[in-house]
């Protein structure tokens, strides 16, 4: 079965960085999309960031551009978000997302908090 693991999280001050990966089983992972979503306690998840199947292409929520950065290593069925200039607005907790046969999956999250 799918199954998305998400890691990497953890506590940083306003203007750190913070590298999430997420490890990807139960589905050929190259062929599929793969996005990043951030969700608050009793809030719907949102959408910050997508990478392609084919070329790598990245897309990002107007809010994050610039700071965060997706990448995927097909060779480890692994994505990444690199995670610059956090700010504090940036605490949620993350998950990483597929939409594999449409049904859409994620895995568990990862904390990130960012405070002072």
């Known amino acids: 079965q799918v199954q998305l693991v998400a890691s990497g999280g953890g506590l940083v001050q306003p203007g750190g960085s913070l590298r999430l990966s997420c490890a990807a089983s139960g589905f050929t992972f190259r062929n599929y999309a793969m996005n990043w979503y951030p969700r608050l306690p009793g809030e719907e998840r949102e959408w910050v960031a997508a990478?392609?199947?084919?070329?790598?292409?990245?897309a990002y929520w107007h809010s994050v551009k610039g700071r965060f950065a997706i990448s995927r290593d097909n060779s480890k069925n692994t994505v990444y978000l690199q995670m610059n200039s956090l700010k504090p607005e940036n605490t949620a907790m993350y998950y990483c997302g597929a939409r594999v046969q449409r049904q859409d999956y994620w895995g568990q999250g990862t904390q990130v908090t960012v405070s002072s």
């Open positions: 990478i392609s199947s084919v070329k790598d292409n990245t």
